[in-house]
């Protein structure tokens, strides 16, 4: 392997000097060197606003998702190369799948969130404002792409997916990265990189990767910037007191690992499927990874009385791992990273000993096949007990990053909140019970303390992904020793990498700078029915005022035959009494039907289907005897990709129809949707 390659200024560059030594998790033999000596990160920096930054603000939305949608693609390509190396970080098979086609799954994931954004390379935050009586005034926030760079420091676990999850999420929203991955893993992510840099699909500056010491990067970010840390509590706290960082108050989001626990809910008996859910759970995230997991269970609740059938069958269940060379097919745990990591889980246990007893396993021997225990990182997984875990608190304060939980028992449902609490804050919890009223009970009690919880049941055990697995559409993070951070979260971890503007004026400036138009602002009457253009020729503001109609008894009663809708309201003179109507009112539907009957085209032409209504209000009644007109504008224009290759292109277009009365009085307001065909 080698020196591994720094990533940097469009180049592929090695560091000075011999570089800091990677080793083969299984057989401890060096595999290559990494090292970052002599590297100018300020240039690194640099690159990445002034080349990076500008090429992805280019782009839209749309483009940008495109973008990810392709390189997901392009990785898929080389799994059997990328699985090959993660073989020699330890990981099974089935490790690295999560690893490597979980962080490929990433990019699909918010490839597809595109469609979520207009396609521009900015976007609006929630609905626009009243600011003043008349409406001539209000306000609109605004979120644009940041001018720097995206800094994200990843731990060692999970080489692809540390890398993936996160790239995924700037790049959507227009920023570039530098990924600075764990050294001791880094050579897996350098050759996921360097397939990425082959493929030319990022545009130059996009991604930037170094592979080492982050040596003085820090000293170079400012305020448009946002770093990431994903590792332990310790290391994330001193980053996040980095000078540079507290004086440009650069945005800081950590991921810190955190003692995660599963509560075995009162109601479960040994004979019940939950119970078989529960064992399955914690076996898979203590060896899963050889749990280093940064949300892998580190704490098992359950009821007292429950308390010797559980480690029971848990005994059982971790008897069943074969453990050894993750190349094999039959082994299901593989070593830990490296010996410095599994000297560093014994040193954790051992100071779990002080208020605990090992029921299973041991921190001195283990058997494995197809490989050497002496010479690779391997270690039994680890089940604890600790019989008072409200005066005995080793559980709740010192983690052991390996194939390491610790079993204690609680009475009652409170308890179990209150024991969940004392982790001081984690990513991830679960709750598995098959009653709802102690579910609700423990969600609102615990989640304060907990970044995601996990119910767990017959109803969603087929098909759930488990305690441990973040998904991207998911908020990813957790309160206190977790690291009081969020990320991924799909739109929500988007708006992480832009700033928010809040912008005050007329409601045709603020339509001017958003695309999107806003009621009271100013209407284009060209005399062309919208109808009859094109989606291209189609202008924000492009306004129809409509001919009237005027609203009959006989419309009322037909409508309601015809819909079946009698409600009393509509139909019975004798029943408005104490009601908000003092004689028979015209179904809301109806209006926006006799709206659509004013404003629709009736020949063929660029529309091609109503798509659907958002954001329908009916402001005010309308009884027989009101007339009513429509005034019809472009409000906001969405390109539609095709679904298949045949299809003739076209576009969303987005209608503000406001129906008023003979006092120009707004009725019924609702956005309309409808599909309108591009130029060939």
Known sequence: ???????????????????????????????????????????????ARKTGNPALRRMSFHQRGLMLKALALHLREHLADFYRTSYLTGATRADSFIDIEGGIGNL??????????????FCTDGEAVGLSKGGSFIGQHILVPKEGVAIHINAFNFPVWGMLEKIAVNLLAGVPAV???????????????????????????????ICGSAGNLLDFVDSQDTVTFTGSAVTGRLLKSHPRIV??????????????????????????????????????????????????????????????????????ALARTVIGNPEQENVRMGPLAGEAQREEVRAQVSRLLASSQILYGSLDSVEVVGADARKGAF????????????????????????????????????????????????????????????????????????????????DCAAESTGHG?????????????????????????VKHYMQRVALQGSPTAITAVTGIYQPRGRQNLD????????????????????????????????????????????????????????????????????????????????????????????????YAGTTIGVRLTCKEKIPQEPKEPDDSPRGIVKWYADVYDEKEESVAVATILTLVRRKE
């Open 108 to 121: 699909f994931a918010y490839a597809s969130l595109r469609r979520k954004f207009p396609d521009d390379f």
């Open 247 to 316: 004086s440009e108050n650069t945005p800081f989001n950590m991921e810190a690992d955190s003692l995660n626990c599963l509560v075995l809910g009162e109601d479960v008996l040994p004979s019940t499927p939950e119970w078989d859910f529960f064992i399955k759970e914690v076996r898979k995230e203590m060896t899963i990874k050889a749990g280093q997991k940064c949300t892998a269970i580190r704490r098992i609740f359950v009821p007292a009385s429950k308390l010797e059938d559980a480690w029971q069958d848990l005994r059982n």
């Open 179 to 209: 990924v600075k991955p764990a050294t001791a893993t880094s050579y897996l992510t350098e050759a996921v990189v360097r397939v990425i840099a082959s493929s030319g699909i990022l545009p130059p500056g996009a991604l930037q990767l």
């Open 379 to 458: 270690l039994s997984p680890l089940l604890l007990l600790n019989e008072d875990p409200f005066h005995r608190e080793e559980a709740h304060t010192i983690e052991a990053f390996g194939p390491v939980s610790t079993l204690m028992p609680y009475k009652g449902t409170d308890e179990a909140i209150a024991l969940s609490k004392k982790g001081k804050g984690s990513l991830c919890s679960t709750i598995v019970t098959a009653s709802e009223h102690i579910a609700r009970r423990y969600v609102l009690g615990a989640a304060t303390h907990h970044g995601r919880i996990l119910i767990l049941n017959k």
């Open 527 to 622: 005399g062309r029915h919208p109808f009859r253009k094109y989606f291209e020729e189609l202008e924000i503001g492009d306004t129809l005022v409509t001919h009237r109609r005027t609203i009959t008894e006989a419309d009322i009663g037909n409508f309601a035959n015809l819909s079946w809708d009698h409600f009393y309201a509509h139909t019975d003179h004798h029943s408005l009494e104490d009601t908000l109507f003092d004689r028979p009112v015209a179904h809301g539907y109806f209006i926006l039907s006799a709206a659509a009957g004013l404003f629709v085209d009736a020949g063929k032409g660029p529309v091609l289907l109503n798509y659907g209504i958002e954001e329908c209000r009916f402001l005010k009644p309308v």
């Open 1 to 47: 392997m080698g020196i591994l390659g720094n990533y940097i200024t469009g180049s592929w560059i090695t560091g000075d000097g011999a570089g800091q030594p990677l080793y083969n998790a299984v057989n401890g033999e060096e595999i290559g060197r990494a090292g970052t000596q002599g590297l100018d990160f300020a240039a690194i920096l640099d690159y």
């Open 469 to 493: 697995s973040p998904l991207p559409l998911l908020v990813h993070g957790g309160p206190g020793r977790a690291g009081g951070g969020e990320e991924m979260g799909g739109v929500r971890g």
